[in-house]
């Protein structure tokens, strides 16, 4: 979190960073698939989840910095279930098929609610 706390920094530069100076740290495999990578083959399902993702803070970060009262919205709390639910771990574990189709319909409802928030 320190190197977030410099000024413009994103969580891609804080993670180079990081990298830099640790090459031991990285951000794929945990849990039990510490063997395989978790990004790796993956685009299909982590695009969409980075591009929702990237939406919704474009959209409400910075209402949420002028009225933190933002977050008790209707717009804004439904915005961020399709967000959160589509970053379950089981879109990247089973990244074909079904579970893709339930991805990319929370994504689409996802952005949709972006897209209906004033």
Not at 36 to 59: C, R, T
Not at 61 to 70: K, R, W, Y
Not at 71 to 94: E, N, P
Request: with cysteine; hydrophobic share 40%.
């Amino acid at each position: 979190w320190q190197y977030m706390a410099q000024e413009n920094c994103t969580v891609e530069v804080a993670i180079a960073a990081i990298q830099e100076s640790n090459p031991n740290f990285h951000m794929e495999g945990a849990s039990w698939t510490n063997h395989i990578s978790w990004v790796q083959g993956y685009d299909n399902v982590l695009n969409p989840m980075n591009q929702l993702s990237a939406q919704f803070h474009a959209k409400f970060d910075p209402p949420l910095q002028q009225q933190p009262a933002t977050a008790r919205t209707q717009s804004y709390r439904q915005a961020l279930l399709y967000t959160l639910a589509l970053q379950t771990s089981c879109f990247r574990y089973w990244g074909h098929g079904m579970w893709t189709d339930y991805a990319r319909h929370i994504y689409n409802q996802g952005k949709a609610a972006i897209a209906r928030s004033a």
